[in-house]
């Protein structure tokens, strides 16, 4: 859908509520939320469970700077790449 793909996230034990020494527990989305976003131009966009927004630009270069998220006070929290290196792991 122009140029953007939809994954579903993985569920999670939420907890919540606590009495008097009992736990109550549901199945629902992770602090990730219940989706993410990818879309042409580089963004990763996780959909947090407070309904917030986290951008991850995947095609940023050592230096470049985009806006993580936006602030109910209309301020913003900004990412940088500061350095890059490639490493290998195991799956």
Do not use: H
């Amino acid at each position: 859908m122009n140029g953007r793909s939809f994954y579903q996230n993985f569920k999670s034990i939420n907890l919540v509520a606590q009495y008097g020494g009992m736990n109550e527990y549901n199945v629902g989305p992770s602090w990730m939320g219940e989706y993410m976003v990818n879309d042409s131009s580089g963004y990763n966009c996780f959909i947090a469970k407070s309904g917030d927004t986290l951008r991850f630009l995947t095609t940023a270069a050592q230096g470049s700077a985009w806006i993580f998220t936006g602030l109910d006070s209309g301020n913003y929290i900004e990412a940088s790449v500061s350095s890059c290196k490639m490493d290998t792991y195991l799956v």
